[in-house]
Antibody, heavy 121, light 106 residues
Framework: QVRLQESGPGLVKPSQTLSLTCTVS??????????WSWIRQPAGKGLEWIGR???????NYNPSLKSRVTISVDTSKSQFSLNLSSVTAADTAVYYC?????????????WGQGTMVTVSS | SYELTQPPSVSVSPGQTASIICSGD??????ACWYQQRPGQSPVLVIY???KRPSGIPERFSGSNSGNTATLTISGTQAMDEADYYC?????????FGGGTKLTVL
């Protein structure tokens, strides 16, 4: 059974770069059937899609975050990563990694448990 | 940018039918998904491709999508269905979530 696990610092200082990694286990990250994605959720608020990456390295980002976001993949480690630069308190949220199953439609079929990131000095 | 709009809250009595709507410009021309999120948990896919249920999702969950509105329907609502529900669609290569609807079963 495929599992996703987020990891990274729980506290980031304002203006610095938030860096998270998602490790994929129980299945291949290299399968052409899937994209890999990041979503975040501020406390008490809704879900916000950050971006996605295909194993070829092709990426798509939320236009509202595009200037600050980089998503990359390391297939040798079965990991994909999120970098969000110039963070502010508004970036404080639970960050989820998720698998997108590509078929007739694209669906987030498997989610990680989420990791809380606080932006504070 | 593309937006999906949901009512903040919906209430339903146990055993009754709950309907949660999601509105977006020409949403019926896209595929809609629905995710259930219980407190402190990660979202779970309950409906995809407008009206399909993943394995393990009870038959009481159904969906439809036409015009500018997608609807998640829960028939015979149970206490365990109390959760936040999010609609989601793709606008070209951009993922979009609705603001979420808190379903209260009382």
């Amino acid at each position: 059974q495929v599992r996703l696990q987020e990891s990274g610092p729980g506290l980031v200082k304002p203006s610095q770069t938030l860096s998270l990694t998602c490790t994929v286990s129980g299945g291949s990250i290299n399968s052409g059937t899937y994209y890999w994605s990041w979503i975040r959720q501020p406390a008490g608020k809704g879900l916000e899609w950050i971006g996605r990456i295909y194993t070829s390295g092709s990426t798509n980002y939320n236009p509202s975050l595009k200037s600050r976001v980089t998503i990359s993949v390391d297939t040798s480690k079965s990991q994909f990563s999120l970098n969000l630069s110039s963070v502010t308190a508004a970036d404080t949220a639970v960050y989820y990694c998720a698998r997108i199953m590509a078929g007739t439609s694209l669906v987030f079929d498997i989610w990680g448990q989420g990791t809380m990131v606080t932006v504070s000095s | 940018s593309y937006e999906l709009t949901q009512p903040p809250s919906v209430s339903v009595s146990p055993g009754q039918t709950a309907s949660i709507i999601c509105s977006g410009d020409k949403l019926g021309n896209k595929y809609a998904c629905w995710y259930q999120q219980r407190p402190g948990q990660s979202p779970v896919l309950v409906i995809y491709q407008d009206n399909k249920r993943p394995s393990g999702i009870p038959e009481r969950f159904s969906g439809s999508n036409s015009g500018n509105t997608a609807t998640l329907t829960i028939s015979g609502t149970q206490a365990m269905d109390e959760a936040d529900y999010y609609c989601q669609a793709w606008d070209s290569s951009t993922g979009v979530f609705g603001g979420g609807t808190k379903l209260t079963v009382l």
